[in-house]
């Protein structure tokens, strides 16, 4: 089983910063790619950003392109996004998730996924 479990959340003006992380423990040594994902209230599930198994390759939703930044580092066996610039459609529960076959051509659809984190609430006021 793997467990992932977000951080950092929290409440922020419009054109402020947040910094996510999502730590993985149990057996880590077979995920492959990571990414987050967000769901607003009354909204479905929508992909965020993503970053393959080595952390050389990355994608993102054209609404955060340029302001958002997914890293990882594997040997603490953490993924993290940093978000600037943050506009109050931004405002969502992120989720954390895990892949541990990754076929990049599915990689903005959550049945890609194979484990999830229980989110972090991110606010943006304006």
């Known amino acids: 089983q793997v467990k992932l479990v977000e951080s950092g959340g929290g409440l922020v003006q419009a054109g402020g910063s947040l910094r996510l992380s999502c730590a993985a423990s149990?057996?880590?040594?077979?995920?492959?790619?990571m990414g987050w994902f967000r769901q607003a209230p009354g909204k479905e599930r929508k992909f965020v950003a993503a970053v393959s198994g080595i952390g050389h390759n990355t994608h993102y939703a054209d609404s955060v392109k340029g302001r958002f930044t997914i890293s990882r580092d594997n040997a603490k066996n953490t993924v993290y996004l940093q978000m600037n610039s943050l506009k109050p459609e931004d405002t969502a529960v992120y989720y954390c998730?895990?892949?541990?076959?990754?076929?990049?051509?599915?990689?903005?659809?959550?049945?890609?996924?194979?484990?999830w984190g229980q989110g972090t609430q991110v606010t943006v006021s304006s």
């Open positions: 998730a895990a892949d541990l076959f990754f076929r990049a051509t599915w990689v903005e659809l959550t049945s890609e996924y194979d484990y």
């Open positions: 149990g057996r880590t040594y077979n995920i492959d790619a």
